[in-house]
């Protein structure tokens, strides 16, 4: 079957790989000169499938309104005369109590579990090289209060399958020695050991040229405009090097997603989230950390890439403004070396700001559109990477008309109808 999939991000070059592997002819469509451009560029570094709470829990409201207009605020809604943003806060809102955060943890960890068992069948087959760590992920608290709050959630993650140890002070250190440097207090922390950590954009590159192998063709330089109709079916994509013809269309645009599936009568809640990024050398090996990190006193995860640390986080609901702002990426190098002091080279920091494509739920959107031909493989939100191997599976698999290794009970968009 000849089949186009839509945006070169780590969704839509994992979608291109399973499509290529089940020996479809698959062209991907890029607006970028090359493929993990965007959001998939320079993220947290985490394929953390164990960690798959969604941020529609409760309190999240509390803490966003005492975070509210400071410009110091991991989590900031600016507010604006924005009906989208209105629209998708009020069901977030709505998804943040707590039978519906167990319900969307659920999902959550539904996909991630098994996109952690795609990514070790692929790496089985292929040789990549992207800086792949598999040391687990420590979660570390700084408040007793919010350690406290989380260890209640464990046992609830546990049984959905999440595999989580919880750790003492002592035992922080002793699992991340740089730890021991920290000036902030560390009341514990919650490790989970099967979780993995590398850098996405290396991944993302590295199994592009596996597809170009498989005969993928990438066009780049070309923007998606809209697309073509016939009863039920899409015939054809518009885009800026004229209309492309296929028998199936994969929508995998992340944070654009939203605005060309208005053309095939979905209106999908995916919202843009800013997000930071700073990557530096590290300065002294003792003082930085081996083991991917996520702090919860600034909302900051970190991540080893060979000789760098990539600390990022910050999520900022202000439309599709990626502009950096000096000082919030500042703020992420200041609040990091807190935890890390003098772990890099704070004069080489290289900042980037990225637009997690976030629906209300941390659900995704996975599954058939309202034509027959069109499957949605979009708004993976803070876990893009983390859900990309088994959802990109299960887009071959609606392809082929196979049924997916795993229920698609409430990933489909049908959700939110
Ligand atoms: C600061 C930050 C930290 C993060 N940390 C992590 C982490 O540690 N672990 C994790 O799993 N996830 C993390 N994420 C989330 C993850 O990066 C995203 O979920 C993921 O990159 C989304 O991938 P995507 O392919 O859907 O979107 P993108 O990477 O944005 O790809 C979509 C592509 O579509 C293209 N496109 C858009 N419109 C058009 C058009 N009209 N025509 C043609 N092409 C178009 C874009 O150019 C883009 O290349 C983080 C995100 C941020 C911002």
Request: glycine letters at 10%; a neutral charge; proline letters at 4%.
């Amino acid at each position: 079957m000849k089949v186009v999939v839509l945006g070169a991000g780590v969704i839509g070059v994992t979608s291109a790989y399973e499509l290529a592997s089940d020996g479809h002819d698959v062209t991907v469509i890029e607006r970028c000169e090359g493929v993990a451009l965007e959001t998939s560029f320079a993220n947290g570094g985490q394929l953390s499938s164990d960690h798959g709470e969604p941020l529609a829990a409760p309190g999240v409201v509390a803490k966003a309104l005492k975070w509210l207009g400071r410009t110091d605020a991991p989590l900031l809604f600016r507010l604006r005369l924005d009906p989208a943003l209105w629209s998708w806060t009020l069901q977030f809102l709505s998804n943040s109590t707590e039978p519906k955060f167990w319900k969307n943890a659920e999902r959550v960890l539904r996909l991630a579990l098994y996109s952690r068992e795609r990514m070790r069948e692929t790496l089985k087959h292929e040789t990549l090289a992207f800086d792949h760590q598999s040391k687990g992920i420590l979660n570390v608290y700084q408040k007793p209060r919010e350690l406290d709050h989380a260890l209640e959630n464990v046992r609830g993650l546990k049984e959905l399958g999440s595999e989580q140890r919880v750790l003492d002070r002592k035992g922080c250190v002793a699992l991340e020695p740089a730890l021991g440097h920290s000036t902030l207090l560390i009341a514990g922390g919650i490790f989970t050991p099967r979780d993995e950590s590398g850098d996405c954009y290396a991944f993302t590159k590295a199994l592009a040229e596996r597809c170009e192998r498989r005969g993928v063709s990438f066009r780049f330089n070309t923007t998606v405009q809209g697309f073509h109709k016939e009863g039920w079916r899409v015939t054809s994509v518009e885009t800026s090097q004229g209309p492309i013809e296929a028998d199936v269309f994969v929508i995998a645009l992340g944070s654009h997603s939203k605005t060309l599936l208005k053309g095939l009568d979905l209106n999908v809640p995916i919202y843009p989230a800013k997000g930071y990024s700073m990557t530096a050398p590290v300065a002294d090996d003792a003082m930085a950390p081996n083991t991917s990190i996520t702090s919860q006193a600034h909302k900051l995860v970190f991540s080893r890439m060979g000789g760098k640390l990539r600390v990022a986080g910050m999520l900022e609901f202000n439309g599709f403004d990626s502009v950096l702002d000096e000082k919030r990426a500042r703020l992420v190098t200041t609040n990091a070396l807190q935890l890390f002091p003098r772990a890099i080279e704070m004069n080489q920091a290289e900042y980037w700001t990225g637009l997690r494509p976030m629906t209300p739920d941390s659900v995704p959107i996975l599954g058939r559109g309202k034509q027959e031909n069109l499957i949605l493989n979009t708004g993976h939100g803070m876990l893009g990477w983390t859900m990309a191997m088994g959802s990109a599976r299960i887009t071959a698999d609606l392809v082929a008309s196979h049924a997916p290794a795993i229920n698609l009970e409430g990933l489909g968009w049908e959700r939110f109808s």
